[in-house]
């Protein structure tokens, strides 16, 4: 019987330091843990070690440029990705970490305290059952559902002028056309879907971003 070997986790890329800038240690320390302690915890796949780095970490990471300093919600945190990944980043951004499941809300806190993260708030719920009152500036999500389902859950929690920002895949487009009428009830404008990484990463970082609400007048 032959013995299989453990996967090899990713190097880091050089595209890490300039991404974190100051803030690379934190990124190191949050990877080494997602490393170690991943899999065993069911926060990522026993596949995900050789391309940690670049599919999942600075995939995440590309997006910081995006935020607004504020209140962003990242809905269905799981891993810290976005989540974690874009408080590193951001240190002017606060991050409200949405997860409903007990053992990753125990996570993100274990890696919010250690990282000494103090721009990050950790919420045990599901989208749906966040109340009104005090709305984000920002939301984002990655992983979660098709936009369709994705928006009616996340634009009620955002400002008038706020911002969806969601990392999707290759089907963006489709997904887009499907949610039609999401879009339309929410009152999103400004739609688009920009491609980040190209040259840095193997794989474009794909995000759709829109506006809710005051639509500009002509």
Do not use: Y
């Given at each position: ?28 320390r949050f990877t ?47 891993a810290g990705l ?137």
């Open positions: 019987m032959t013995d299989v070997e453990p996967p090899v986790v990713e190097a880091e890329p050089a595209a890490a330091a300039e991404l974190f800038g100051t803030r690379i240690d934190l990124a190191r080494a843990a997602l490393a170690e302690h991943g899999e065993e915890r069911g926060l990522i796949g026993p596949l995900e070690l050789p391309r940690l780095w670049t599919r999942h970490v600075l995939n995440c990471a590309l997006m910081a440029p995006l935020l607004r300093p504020g209140r962003v919600a990242d809905i269905g945190s799981g976005p989540g974690l990944v874009l408080a590193i980043a951001r240190p002017d951004v606060t991050m409200v970490l949405v997860e409903p499941m007990e053992r990753r809300i125990e996570w993100l806190q274990e890696q919010t305290s250690e990282l000494g993260l103090d721009n990050v708030e950790i919420v045990r719920a599901r989208a749906e059952e966040i109340p009104f009152g005090n709305p984000f500036d920002q939301v984002t999500a990655r992983a979660v559902s098709a936009l369709s389902k994705l928006i009616p859950m996340t634009a009620r929690l955002v400002r008038q002028g706020g911002e969806l920002v969601f990392l999707k895949g290759a089907s963006v487009e489709k997904e887009i056309e499907a949610a039609a009428k999401a879009i339309r009830k929410a009152d999103l404008h400004d739609i688009e879907v920009l491609e980040l990484g190209t040259g840095v990463l193997p794989e474009v970082t794909r995000v759709f971003r829109a506006k809710v609400g005051t639509r500009p007048t002509d």
